[in-house]
């Protein structure tokens, strides 16, 4: 007969294995979610070595996971058929901590369960955490090239020892049971499972196999298996290979919206970095875009294995009705937001993120003006917060605005500053624009007179956060924006000598009126000017140089400033 090894724990697991029970027991279920995780690894690395000796495989390489119950015993076991380890490989990897600054780590805990567990959450809790549900696990393990005798069974009650034992195994690969604590018994439930299951490991590329679901007439017989996950992450396919339809499909399954996107950027990356990003942009705005808060951002896989929804580290404000994914090989398994938010691989898949999208509007707007006008009446007021929050992008992004506009005085905003250069005066060296309550108050503004009879182009801007998004923009290709309605108009050279003198020789001749209606007004205005820039209208209000747009004062004071 076989006899049991006893060996005990490295400290550092031992210490792990305590925390970890203690702190993760809030989120008990990713147990699974590790195990499944560890299967599929194996399974991904027996691919990778029989890529060199396929007799690997054997007669099994149709690779898939499989988890299955034991109501009676009240056991849980995740079989897979993977590489399987060999006894050295057991004890190592189960016995130890392989990771370097584990003892640093361990330092860190400071007994405060909140804190613990978010530190725990960073280091990864892996295998471990089976005792989280589990008072006994047992692996029984097979190595890929390993004969039938070969099987080790691992066998620990996660109190500082385990034992090893020599056994038998038909199959290759690695069997986990989880024999549950009292009050575990949700684990054995199948809906339970297969909920779970469907939560985190749909998009593994692998099939995760449970019994079918039978009716009591035929309990008898011998169950058959089925695939509970989906098994294919569409974006780890070739782009090549995939249709419109099928990302139409998935953007519907992601996004939980049932209309069609109007666009879409799938790019996998490899190098330096590697991921894989699938970003949408809705064709409609969601009913609650306009609170900031609402919960925004891509879901985020990390090495195919979902993570969480809503990441919303990945994702500026201002781009907050993008939907879609991220899949990043450079991020650990165990990633939490608290996590996310400080580190260097985020802010540059971030970076890189925003690039994307940036880049996928301006190729929409570039080959289907139609779709692009659709996105732009949706979500153009979002993208102007853009001005103010990404300083690095603003250029980029206001070259995707689009403005109303005495070029054909239409309420539609269908002029992009680029359109506006184009058709600038020779001698024009500002972009001029007036902003203010109503697209009508805009385009009847007396403030328009000179520039219409100059025929000189103005935007119009007629919503609550254009001046806003122009004072944060300042300037676009290097011309400086100027509201018409500040004070002194310095037309530059738009302005002819003729126009100089005849505003010298009114101002001149009108002096006793000006002063008048001056002494009349008192301090109700800083001063009264004649001035060339009506051409119809008496008497128009302006802004003094220098001061806050009308407008902009107006933004304020209905924001309570
Ligand atoms: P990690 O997955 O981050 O390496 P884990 O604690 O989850 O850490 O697993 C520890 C190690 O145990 C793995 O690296 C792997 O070598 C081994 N292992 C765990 N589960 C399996 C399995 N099902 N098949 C083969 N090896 C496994
Ligand atoms: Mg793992």
Known sequence: TATKQKHSFQTEVKQLLHLMVHSLYSNKEIFLRELISNAADAADKLRFKALKDNSLYGDDSELAIRVT????????????????????????????????????????LTGDQKKDSKLIGQFGVGFYSAFIVADKVTVTTRGAGAGINEAVIWESAGDGEFTIEQTEKETRGTDITLHLKEGEEEFLEELRLRNIIGKYSDHISLPVEMHKMVSDDDADKTPEFEAVNKATALWTRAKADISDEEYQEFYKHISHDFQEPLTWSHNQVEGTQEYTSLLYIPSKAPFDLWNRDRVRGVKLYVQRVFIMDDAEQFLPVYLRFVRGLLDSNDLPLNVSREILQDSKVTQSLRNATVSRILKMLEQLAKKDKEKYQQFWDEFGQVLKEGTGEDFANKEKIAKLFRFSSTHNDEKAQTVSLDDYIERMKPEQEKIYYIATDSFLAAKNSPHLEIFRKKGIEVLLMHDRIDEWTISHLNEYEGKQFVSVTQGDLNLGNLEDAEDKKAQEKASEEHKDFVERVKSALGDKVADVKVTMRLTDTPACIVAGEGEMPL?????????GQ
């Open 69 to 108: 119950t034991d109501k009676d015993a009240k056991t849980l076991t995740i079989s897979d058929n993977g590489i399987g380890m060999t006894e050295k490989e057991v004890i190592n990897n189960l016995g130890t901590i392989a990771k370097s600054g584990t003892a640093d780590f361990l330092q860190q």
């Open 551 to 559: 407008q902009m004062v107006k933004m304020l004071q209905a924001a």
